[in-house]
């Protein structure tokens, strides 16, 4: 494989993109020397037109992506993004609106976010929703923050957050940055929420529990019913982490579970770009008791007038410039409508049988902590490969030379080295058997040749590398004499 260099090892003196025919007037400060050359980046490279776009074609062609291939990770929701809604988000219309422009001007707009909010109260059997949030992590915290002005709207002071030991990272951080303290519930044996000891943790000092349902091993919580009886109980809320909801879309609705708040990530479960520090939109709905402290604005609809209602004297606030992410949001509107209520629900369906399949085809080699059936994902762990000296790292790395994205490793914490493969609905069966196919040949390649593992990856542009070295002190300038010393 070659090693695509800077582009300024590529610059030769006098090389450019294009010749200008030559001067027949006298020589002015022209364009060339004073404007455009950025004089301030010492050895600007001088190339070619076809160099440059050689170069840049080059290194596009370096990053894995959903449109090259199987992107198993598991919590993300990697899903094909369909192009369709590009197309869509592209139209004149939703590109050029300025924000600022006035309501008159912004009707059909608006009303592609209060269509999109109301399709997904229908999902959700939720209330209301706001599509402030930009990622879930912020639904998480605006869902918290409405939790305590609502118990604060009661007098209540209630300190203490409870949060399943299987919940993603996100939870606890959420709650913790609101000021709650968090206690952690524990698992039972089949990975799902034990209930004695959420009956023990509830208290009238706990503002709310939150769950992920299902849960972050792809198991329904199927007591879910009783939580909720549980919580409420003791007057708390019942937080419900959506980010699983590919799983259920369609097919059953939190808020008929009876779960006061839910994020939704529109980038995981509604098939927007996701990952490479692209924005995200993390919606939040709750049922009637926290709408008041829903963020404001909030939009609304008056006889045939859409609106941006900002008289909500209860609202924690704005917790984003203007309403969020739009042109994400348009993307997911696409989607759903162009999926309808039956597309939808194929969604959730092939996302389980996917997951089921992969799960029975490797559960007599993989080893599965909690091996019952599970949703939209399934959780294998690396004890076996503690016989070979091999880890889930090395699995996940010696994937890459398979051409697979690895899995979502070392999570949930309640399964040590952990590998979550979660396939999404978006992959064929034949894709499904190439995987299923490369986990075999890895299990066997551990047993007979370990070490083809542990300095795996072996097609890469760079090998193994030392990830904390590679974090706080990366080489970013490729130069022959750095080869070895990534
Ligand atoms: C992805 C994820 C989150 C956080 O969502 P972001 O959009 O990445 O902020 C929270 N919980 C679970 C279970 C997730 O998978």
Redesign the pocket.
């Known amino acids: 494989m070659i090693r695509e260099p800077l582009i300024f090892v590529l610059s030769e003196k006098g090389k450019r993109a294009c010749l200008l025919p030559v001067l027949d007037v006298d020589e002015k400060k022209s364009v060339t020397q004073g404007i455009t050359v950025r004089k301030n980046i010492k050895g600007f490279p001088q190339v070619s037109e076809v160099e440059v776009v050689r170069h840049f074609t080059r290194l596009s062609t370096t990053n894995y992506c959903v449109d090259e291939g199987f992107y198993p990770l ?4 990697m899903k094909y993004n369909p192009k369709i809604n590009e197309k869509v988000a592209g139209f004149e219309g939703f590109l050029v609106a300025h924000p600022l422009a006035p309501e008159e001007m912004n009707q059909g707009n608006l009303e592609v976010l209060k269509l999109t909010e109301d399709l997904l109260c229908e999902i959700t059997g939720m209330d209301k929703f706001s599509l402030q949030p930009s ?6 915290l605006v869902g918290m923050m409405m939790i305590r002005a609502c118990l604060e709207s009661r007098g209540e002071q209630r300190k203490v957050v409870l949060i399943p030991d299987s ?5 606890p951080s959420s709650a913790h940055l609101c000021g709650y303290k968090v206690r952690e519930i524990k698992s039972n044996s089949r990975g799902t929420v034990d209930l004695q000891d959420l009956a023990a943790g509830m208290s009238e000092d706990v503002a709310a529990f939150m769950v ?1 349902n299902p849960n ?1 091993l792809g198991v329904f919580e199927s007591d879910i019913k009783e939580i909720t009886r549980i919580v409420h109980s003791e007057g708390g809320f019942v937080y419900m ?1 959506g ?2 909801m590919n799983a259920l879309i369609g097919t059953s609705r939190p808020g008929d579970m009876d779960v006061d708040v839910i ?1 939704l ?1 529109l ?2 479960t509604f098939s927007t770009p ?1 990952g490479g520090g692209g924005p ?3 919606p939040v709905g709750v049922k009637e008791v926290l709408a008041p402290f829903l963020p404001k604005p909030h939009i609304e609809k008056r006889g045939e007038r859409y609106y941006f209602d900002y008289d909500r004297p209860q609202s924690i606030g704005q917790v984003k410039s203007f309403y969020g992410n739009f042109l994400v949001v348009v993307r997911a509107l696409s989607y759903i409508l162009s999926l309808g209520p039956e597309g939808l629900k194929e969604i959730s369906e092939i996302a389980v049988l996917n997951a089921n399949y992969i799960r029975k085809s490797l559960e007599d080699i993989y080893h599965l902590k909690y091996n019952s059936p599970t949703l939209h994902e399934c959780v294998f762990s690396d004890l076996f490969l503690k016989d070979f000296g091999v880890s889930n790292l090395d699995v996940a790395k010696r994937l890459i030379d398979y051409n697979v994205h690895p899995p979502t490793m070392s999570f949930p914490l309640i399964v040590h080295g952990a590998l979550m493969v979660e396939p999404t609905e978006t992959e064929s069966k034949r894709d499904l058997d190439l995987f299923i196919d490369a986990m075999k040949k890895i299990a066997i390649e551990a047993e007979k040749n370990p070490e083809l593992l542990k300095s795996a990856p072996h097609l890469t542009y760079v090998r193994r590398l030392n990830e904390t070295t590679a974090a706080r002190n990366p080489i970013l300038k490729w130069t022959p004499e750095s080869k070895g010393k990534e």
């Open positions: 598991g919590s993300c929701t990622a879930g992590a912020q639904g998480e919940a993603h990272g996100t939870n992920t972050t982490d980010a699983n994020h990530n980038h995981k996701h995200g939109s993390g």
